[in-house]
């Protein structure tokens, strides 16, 4: 398991990008995994074949995920994280941009494997997504913090296998608290959830680099 304190290896870009590619090979693995229909023998083939590929990676291990070189804060750097990490294949992923003003942007599809109600995405995900997004806004001010709390409006539902676009602001900073807000947006431009955040900096957090 990895520790908050755990050093970090930072990832040179001619070491990403392998580590990136295989990612992409194991979302469209999971992807397959949800929507197969190859009958039981060819699964557990399958499924023996893949764990000796696990077995392969886990030859030469880190102790934590590493981080990537570029970003503007350490959070944004982490290469596993499961919202917009390219090296986690659980993540969408999601590539997040700030604008100048603060605003923070991303577009994305999301696919079966983030099935809530049939057909559309899960409001778990939806949550995981806007929390970065906010959280990333929130950074965007100066320090950033640790979500403390995230209030959701699911006006209508999200589908799946369509471009979405998430956004956010911070709107203002108390002392330690930063408190944002965001949305996501379907293909017709009408938002289907709202999000507000109130982040806040934990007091060791503002002794140490951003
Ligand atoms: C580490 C940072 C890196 C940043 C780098 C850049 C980031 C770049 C992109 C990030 C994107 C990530 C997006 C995903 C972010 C997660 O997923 S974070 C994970 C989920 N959140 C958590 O696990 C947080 C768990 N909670 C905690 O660790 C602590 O409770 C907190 C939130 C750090 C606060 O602890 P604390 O500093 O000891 O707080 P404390 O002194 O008691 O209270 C300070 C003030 O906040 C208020 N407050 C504290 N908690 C709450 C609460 N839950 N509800 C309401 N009010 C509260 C207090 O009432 C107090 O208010 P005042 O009395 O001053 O008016």
């Given at each position: 398991?990895?520790?908050?304190?755990?050093?970090?290896?930072?990832?040179?870009?001619?070491?990403?990008?392998?580590?990136?590619?295989?990612?992409?090979?194991?979302?469209?693995?999971?992807?397959?995994?949800?929507?197969?229909?190859?009958?039981?023998?060819?699964?557990?083939?399958?499924a023996?074949?893949?764990?000796?590929?696990t077995?392969?990676?886990?030859?030469?291990?880190?102790d934590?995920?590493?981080?990537?070189?570029?970003?503007?804060?350490?959070?944004?750097?982490?290469?596993?994280?499961?919202?917009?990490?390219?090296?986690?294949?659980?993540?969408?992923?999601?590539?997040?941009?700030?604008?100048?003003?603060?605003?923070?942007?991303?577009?994305?599809?999301?696919?079966?494997?983030?099935?809530?109600?049939?057909?559309?995405?899960?409001?778990?995900?939806?949550?995981?997504?806007?929390?970065?997004?906010?959280?990333?806004?929130?950074?965007?001010?100066?320090?950033?913090?640790?979500?403390?709390?995230?209030?959701?409006?699911?006006?209508?539902?999200?589908?799946?296998g369509?471009?979405?676009?998430?956004?956010?602001?911070?709107?203002?900073?108390?002392?330690?608290?930063?408190?944002?807000?965001?949305?996501?947006?379907?293909p017709?431009?009408?938002?289907?959830?709202?999000?507000?955040?109130?982040?806040?900096?934990?007091?060791?957090?503002?002794?140490?680099?951003?």
């Amino acid at each position: 398991m990895s520790g908050a304190m755990t050093e970090r290896h930072t990832l040179g870009e001619d070491e990403a990008a392998p580590l990136a590619g295989l990612a992409a090979r194991v979302r469209e693995l999971i992807e397959a995994a949800v929507l197969t229909d190859v009958g039981r023998d060819e699964a557990r083939a399958v499924a023996d074949e893949i764990a000796a590929l696990t077995e392969r990676l886990r030859a030469v291990r880190r102790d934590a995920p590493p981080f990537l070189v570029t970003g503007a804060h350490r959070i944004d750097r982490q290469a596993g994280n499961p919202v917009s990490g390219p090296l986690n294949p659980v993540a969408p992923p999601v590539d997040l941009d700030a604008t100048a003003d603060g605003i923070v942007r991303g577009e994305f599809t999301l696919n079966d494997v983030y099935e809530g109600p049939p057909s559309y995405v899960h409001g778990g995900v939806s949550a995981m997504v806007l929390d970065q997004a906010l959280g990333m806004a929130a950074a965007q001010t100066g320090v950033g913090g640790m979500t403390a709390t995230l209030e959701l409006r699911y006006r209508r539902p999200t589908p799946l296998g369509m471009p979405l676009t998430v956004e956010a602001k911070a709107s203002r900073v108390e002392g330690r608290k930063i408190y944002a807000s965001g949305t996501i947006t379907g293909p017709d431009g009408r938002v289907t959830v709202e999000a507000t955040a109130m982040f806040v900096t934990p007091q060791n957090f503002l002794v140490q680099e951003r």
